[in-house]
């Protein structure tokens, strides 16, 4: 039988800010990308969404990204290569260190915005957040955006890695995804999202907005945790694909 996980990116919200329905989305996703601080979150709420995540039964990740509060994450910046790989080292430590307390356990990597659409362009990037993040934790499955450059440095580091997709995103021809700032990059129909998710899967492929299908290995379906219809989108991505025979589980992680 195909299986498939769907996760979130979520502990997002910051102090009296919140950001998006976590609790909901706990009750659809099985893993949970679960902000460090950097881009987003605080230790309240990193500690009180990992709480609901094992009340759920659902994987906790670590979701490093740029430390750009105002930005969101999603402004690139251009940092020395130690400085950045030092940073992902602090956020990861900070998740890691949350979950033992808590008694659970970090099961994934997955890198933030726009630090992981660059590190999708370049392999030597990638590599390096990715060695940073697993001198914390070498058990860390490392979660990558599916036929990119982050694929490419998963490989080459011969660590455990799960690719992804995204539910709610559309792609270029190079299996990147579209600027933000273009119409259409960003889906909001829920029943769009759910037909979309389902033939990627049963196809094995990442079909682009001009129909190109570029194959690919596909563990994990993203959906985000910041848009308006985040909760409906999960709930149709995921009857979506459990009605056309799919099931929906934690990844387990491919070696290289």
Not at 43 to 62: F, K, L, Q
Not at 129 to 158: H, N, W, Y
Request: aromatic share 4%.
């Amino acid at each position: 039988m195909t299986t498939v996980d769907l996760n979130a990116d979520m502990g997002e919200s910051f102090g009296p800010w919140n950001m998006g329905d976590d609790a909901a989305l706990l009750k659809t996703v099985t893993s949970a990308n679960i902000a460090c601080g950097a881009h987003a979150g605080d230790p309240d709420v990193m500690a009180a969404t990992m709480r609901i995540a094992m009340e759920n039964g659902v994987g906790i990740g670590s979701h490093p990204g740029f430390a750009d509060l105002q930005g969101f994450g999603r402004r690139r910046m251009d940092i020395p290569r130690a400085t950045l790989q030092n940073s992902i080292r602090y956020q990861v430590a900070a998740s890691v260190g949350m979950a033992k307390s808590l008694g659970a356990k970090v099961r994934h990597l997955k890198v933030h915005g726009a630090l992981a659409n660059m590190a999708s362009e370049d392999a030597d990037l990638a590599a390096d957040l990715f060695e940073a993040a697993l001198s914390v934790d070498p058990d860390l499955i490392v979660m990558v955006l599916c036929a990119t450059a982050q694929e490419e440095a998963v490989r080459k580091l011969g660590c455990a890695y799960a690719g992804e997709i995204f539910a709610d995103r559309a792609y270029n021809d190079d299996a990147t995804l579209v600027d933000r700032s273009l119409p259409g990059a960003v889906i909001h129909d829920p029943d769009l999202a759910g037909k979309r998710m389902v033939d990627m899967v049963k196809a094995g492929a990442i079909i682009t907005e001009s129909g190109k299908r570029i194959e690919t290995s596909i563990d994990t379906i993203c959906l985000h945790g910041d848009t308006p219809t985040a909760v409906q989108i999960a709930a149709s991505v995921r009857a979506a694909l459990e009605a056309s025979g799919v099931e929906v589980r934690q990844f387990e992680g491919r070696k290289a």
